[in-house]
């Protein structure tokens, strides 16, 4: 069974500078979860879809941060502008469905942005 | 909402020795607990997870976990490390009604010395 993809894997930017991430999660997961992993913290939740709708997305910061599902498969989050405090890993997960009972979220390697 | 707290951010142990990382949680309604690991430049790997039933779950590894209500803790033992498990270990907490949002501890960095 293929797993999570991210990609880029690594990510150098300026601040103010643009940037978009990737997720294309296991085939027939309906949950996908972007998360923000900030050196020495741990995972922090930024948006959670149901197939293409969004279930959570309470700690975005939807002054620069953005994310959409395509048809309910691939992800996209983006960033516009970068601020310097952005620089973390940034994790995609997928899970089965909301519905089953604490079913596991399987997460991609991540991408690791540094804004300079 | 919920909350967890691990109480140790480095835990170095000798090889073959063993340990236990701890894990205390806060909710007001019935959660689900889990047990990740995150080897260097990886994601999360799921360790274990406890959902109801039996108070000690098995997981990956060699590793357990015991699910104690009354002192809110769900901490992570192995009875013999090996060079291998040095990682991150993050313990996670959602609540049971379906949305899986997974809320994670600061993490603890398991080191094992040779």
């Known amino acids: 069974e293929a797993g999570v993809a991210q990609s880029p894997r690594y990510k150098i930017i300026e601040k103010r500078q643009s940037v978009a991430f990737w997720c294309n999660p296991i085939s027939g997961h309906a949950t996908l979860y972007w998360y923000q992993q900030i050196l020495g913290q741990g995972p922090k939740l930024l948006i959670q879809?149901?197939?293409?709708?969004?279930?959570?997305d309470s700690q975005l910061p939807k002054d620069r941060f953005s994310a959409e599902r395509l048809k309910g498969v691939d992800s996209t989050l983006k960033i516009q502008p970068a601020k310097l405090e952005d620089s973390a890993v940034y994790l995609c997960?997928?899970?089965?469905?909301?519905?089953?009972?604490?079913?596991?979220?399987?997460f991609g390697q991540g991408t690791r942005l540094t804004v300079v | 909402a919920q909350s967890v707290t691990q109480l140790d951010s480095q835990v170095p142990v000798f090889e073959e020795a063993p340990v236990e990382l701890r894990c205390n949680y806060s909710?007001?309604?019935?959660?689900?607990l889990f047990w990740y690991v995150q080897y260097p430049n990886q994601g999360l790997q799921l360790l274990l997870k406890y959902l109801s039933g039996s108070t000690l779950v098995k997981g990956i590894n060699g590793f357990e976990a015991e699910f104690n209500k009354s002192q809110t803790s769900f901490h992570l033992r192995k009875p013999s490390v090996h060079i291998s498990d040095t990682a991150e270990y993050f313990c996670a907490v959602s609540d049971n009604f379906g949305n899986e949002k997974l809320t994670f501890g600061t993490g603890t960095r398991l080191t094992i010395i040779p």
């Open positions: 879809f149901q197939n293409n709708g969004v279930v959570d």
């Open positions: 997960a997928s899970s089965v469905s909301g519905t089953s009972m604490g079913a596991e979220a399987f």
């Open positions: 909710s007001s309604v019935s959660v689900y």
